[in-house]
């Protein structure tokens, strides 16, 4: 298998993996939770606040779960190699 092309020491599909995990996560804090939370956990605008530490928590559980999917479905592929 040919080694894939690395920028910054990463390879393009893992930096689409972390614009993805950024989108989703922002958009699951911004559209979904920020209008029930309290208001300590809502991002003000260019301040480092609770809500910065929230939305950083659900853009890592979203990477998590990308990364979770991958290893899955890499799995299954090898399954499937062996047969």
Known sequence: ??????????TPIRWLEYLLA????????????????PEIFRHQGFQMDGGVLVDFVV?????????????????????QRQR
Request: net charge positive; hydrophobic share 55%; charged share 15%.
């Open 22 to 37: 950024i989108l989703l996560g922002n958009a699951i804090y911004y559209l979904s939770l920020a209008p029930h939370l």
């Open 59 to 79: 853009c890592v559980a979203v990477y998590g779960l990308i990364r979770l999917g991958v290893r899955l479905n890499e799995g299954v592929f090898e399954k």
């Open 1 to 10: 298998m040919a080694k894939a092309r690395q920028f910054l020491g990463v």
